[in-house]
Structures are given as C-alpha cells and as structure tokens.
C-alpha cells in the first residue's frame, strides 16, 4: 500500500451526493419532494436504497446532473462501482431496470488472503456484476468495458458508493468505520448513564444483539441497538429478558419493544424520560433513525478519524486507524470524469451522521465529503 495525498471526496464528486433521505447535497439539483410529486411517491416517504422507488428517484437525479453538465449528451450506460451484493447490486439493477439503460457494476471486497479474483454474475434485469477481491481490479474493470464496446466516457452516468468503496474500502479499510460506528454508540450511552455506565456490560449487550440471528428483530438498524443498549445498560430490562422474549416470539420487532418501554417510561432514570420519548416519536413516526444524538456522535467520531496522521505516518499505521479515501477508486472516477462521464455518489449512512448539526456548521464544521482524508492504495 502507498500514501498519495490528502484529499476529499468533493475533489472527486463535487456536491452529486445523496445521503439516506435522498437530500442532494448540490443545490442545483431538485429536493426529494419535488422529484416525488413527478413520479408519485407519497409526501414524506423517504424509500430505501434496494427499493425500485430508489431508483426512480436515482435515475431523475442522474438525468439532471446530465442535463447541467453535458446537455448535448444522452445517458446511454451507467456504470456502479460498490462493496455489497445486497444493496449495491440491487441498487444497480433497479436503476438499470427502471432507466432502460444498459450497465455493468464493479463490486469490490478486498481479501489480500486470496489470490486475485475476478468472477463474473448477472442481475435479474440482464446487467452484468463484475466482483473482485482487490480494489487494484477497477482498472481492469475499466479495459473490460471497452472490450465489451461500453467504454466509459461521454454517455456514461458512474454512480459510486461511499461507505466502504470510495471511503474506508471494504476488506482493506471498512474496520475503521465499524470502529467509529461502536465509538458513537459507546460515548452515546456513556454521557446519558453518567456514572451508572458499565462498560463491560455495555460491550456485552452491543456485541450480542448486534449479531446476525438478532437482525431480524433490530433490522440491523443501528439506532435501534444503540437504543436497546441504553435501555439495558440503565437497568429497567434485561440482557436475558430481551433475548427470551425475542427467541419465544413474545417479541418479534424493535417497535413492540419500545412500545414496552413507553409502557414503563415512569420507571426510567430521570433523564432518560425525554430521550426516550423523542426516540419513540419518530419510530411511530416511521423515522429510520430516531435516535438522532447518536448520529450527531457518530458524525463527530468520524470526521476525528480523518486525515489526522502526518505524512511520516506508513500507510498500514494510518489504515490501522483513520478512515482513507480508496485511491484505485479516486484514481478511476477522475479518468471517468474527464472522459466526459458523470459522476454521482450514494450513501446510505444517514444525513445526521454525515452532515453537521446547524450548530456544529457555524462552529465551521462540514459535510464529511469535504472532510480532507488519506488516499491510499496499491498502485
């Protein structure tokens, strides 16, 4: 691995950049209620990355970006480059689907205990996965595309992921950001117990429900562990009581659960009653993450574990412990770009983790795609 040089994610995406309530960060581009209203979602519905309303949304943005940048141009391919088969792949079919274009995805997990990779899948909509086990792949991705005469350049839309692609690779660099993600959650249920907190108690609840027999109960929704964590960790329930009562079927999702604690909410610490009440009106409201200081921690362990090492620093010291900017990945999208391509970046981390407060902004605090990072590769 090699140290390049400190960069941002804007260098490489300017502000094409949506967050979980598909707000684009550019304000030339339209908000979700407008985009909304032309292809009839309903108000305040906020859809899911792996859903088709995603992509239709996706798909309005990506024709608008086109229509700024290189009007005389129509997008004919689209390009992904992501880290999950799950929600990147489908992502990436769907928009393909919707849009009628014709595409190919990089998906991308680095496994340096394997030799090189390369295995070839197709969507359900016909696409072509391209899946590899070393991020130094994306530019033999790029050689394929024109060997398959889909070169990428003008008429090309690039849509590239965030999270564990472009910023904390996964296999090489997504630790730091699971890292992060457990710090926010810990400093979160530290200041609210105060004194009370136990930390071992705490590290044995989030590492039991944060497993994947427990995700169907959680939906492996953050907030809601880091909830449930609080809950525990004051007292009013039980680690053994929850797991019980979620393996009888007693309780079978996170909403019966804190229905419960509205139940009980007289019996919490004096200081719980309010966030507790806050968290429970946005689950009934549908809110995906309604414990929204544990966001505002989040965001903040984030940006402290950018770009902090000096350039004496060897790239494993700073890979060990900041979050990195995948140089394979810049590298690409620049070549892409002045190709003639668009690029647009997804992120399904939410916007209070990635933004900051209104508060923390006039303190001079920014969006974590202007944060400067490391950019660190292997080429």
């Not at 660099?173 to 457990?182: F, K, L, P, Y």
């Not at 136990?198 to 497993?211: C, L, P, S």
């Not at 079927?249 to 009653?273: A, H, R, T, V, Y």
């Not at 394979?328 to 690029?343: F, P, Q, S, T, Y």
Request: contains cysteine.
């Amino acid at each position: 691995m090699k140290v390049f040089s400190r960069t941002t994610i804007r260098e490489i995406l300017q502000d094409r950049i949506v967050f979980r309530n598909l707000s684009p960060l550019d304000d030339a581009l339209p908000e979700l209620d407008v985009l909304g209203k032309d292809i009839g979602l309903a108000s305040g519905y906020i859809p899911r990355k792996s859903h088709l309303d995603y992509a239709r949304v996706i798909v309005k943005l990506l024709k608008h970006v086109q229509n700024l940048d290189a009007p005389s141009f129509e997008i004919r391919n689209l390009v992904l480059v992501g880290d999950t088969l799950l929600n990147d792949a489908k992502a990436f079919s769907n928009i393909c689907q919707v849009s009628g274009w014709s595409g190919k995805a990089f998906i991308g997990a680095e496994n340096m205990d394997e030799p090189v990779r390369i295995e070839k899948e197709m969507t359900e909509s016909g696409q072509e996965l391209y899946l590899a086990n070393r991020w130094s792949s994306l530019s033999d991705f790029d050689r394929y595309c024109v060997e398959c005469n889909m070169a990428i350049g003008s008429g090309t839309a690039v849509v590239i992921d965030l999270d564990k692609t472009v910023l904390g690779a996964r296999g090489r660099n997504s630790h730091v950001i699971d890292e992060v993600r457990i710090q926010a959650v810990h400093n979160t249920v530290k200041r609210m117990l105060g004194q009370s907190f136990d930390k071992n108690v705490f590290g044995d609840v989030y590492e039991h429900f944060n497993g994947d027999s427990f995700h169907s109960f959680t939906s492996d929704n953050q907030d809601y562990l880091a909830y449930i964590c609080l809950v525990i960790c004051s007292g009013l329930f039980s680690k053994y009581q929850l797991e019980n009562d979620i393996k009888s079927g007693i309780l079978q999702s996170f909403q019966q659960f804190i229905k419960i604690i509205e139940g009980q909410k007289n019996d919490l610490m004096p200081n719980l009653e309010n966030i507790h009440s806050d968290i429970y009106t946005r689950v009934q409201a549908g809110d995906p993450t309604p414990f929204k200081s544990f966001r505002h921690n989040e965001y903040l362990s984030t940006i402290e574990h950018m770009g902090k090492s000096t350039r004496a620093a060897s790239a494993e010291e700073i890979l060990s412990s900041e979050i990195v900017v995948t140089e394979e990945v810049r590298d690409m999208a620049l070549v892409w770009k002045e190709r003639g391509a668009i690029l647009f970046g997804l992120s399904d981390k939410p916007d209070e983790a990635s933004i900051p407060s209104p508060d923390l902004a006039r303190q001079g605090y920014v969006p974590i795609h202007q944060v400067e990072a490391w950019s660190i590769g292997g080429r």
